[in-house]
């Protein structure tokens, strides 16, 4: 790998057109061949980069407040993040599935792994207009992919979410929407994010 040394350009970084890259190693700077970056389009990376894009717009919609926002930095303080980047985090590593159909008075199965403390997590249920906190008494599990079960007691379409109940703005009980961060899980077969939907007759 190709070294200088100069007092000119002690610490020269980046790249000179589509050329060449200068760059530094353990305190040695080196330069090589600009090589064009790999962007795989596979369906387990699409995936992946789609349940980010609907984690981001959801922050976007459900943050609409600055109590809302300060609540999630108030969170995020001692990772020394910001509240939007500690609801990415915890979305990204998170996911949740059920089936697509059910029927009232039977139990649906959950399937989710936390991005969280299962000690503040918690799985909310919204049949379009009330939020639910569905948890279980005993609480959640910290290993990927466990189950728990819930039985709807009336027909209609549910979405389930894990969520954050740490975080609650002064005066506010929960469940609240803002609380909940993310109904999805990536569909590496199909290259999508899946939502954690299900319609209940």
């Known amino acids: 790998m190709p070294k200088w040394k100069s007092p000119l350009f002690t610490d020269i970084r980046n790249a000179i057109g589509d050329s060449v890259v200068f760059s530094n190693w353990k305190g040695r700077g080196y330069f090589r061949s600009y090589v064009i970056p790999a962007n795989p389009r596979t369906n387990k990376q699409k995936a992946h980069r789609d349940v980010l894009r609907k984690l981001v717009k959801r922050w976007q919609a459900i943050i609409d407040t600055e109590d809302k926002k300060q609540a999630w930095n108030a969170e995020a303080l001692p990772f020394l993040i910001s509240g939007f980047n500690l609801f990415i985090k915890y979305g990204r590593k998170s996911k949740i599935e059920v089936p697509s159909t059910g029927s009232a008075g039977s139990p649906i199965t959950i399937t989710y792994t936390l991005g969280l403390p299962a000690s503040k997590a918690a799985i909310y249920v919204y049949d379009g207009s009330t939020w639910n906190d569905i948890t279980p008494s005993e609480g959640l599990s910290e290993e990927p992919n466990s189950t728990m079960q819930w039985t709807p007691s009336s027909a209609g379409t549910y ?19 803002y609380q909940a961060i993310t109904k999805w899980s990536p569909d590496e077969a199909n290259g999508v994010a899946k939502e954690a939907k299900c319609v209940v007759s």
């Open 159 to 177: 979405f389930f979410f894990i969520a954050d109940k740490d975080v609650l703005v002064s005066g506010d009980s929960p469940p609240q929407e």
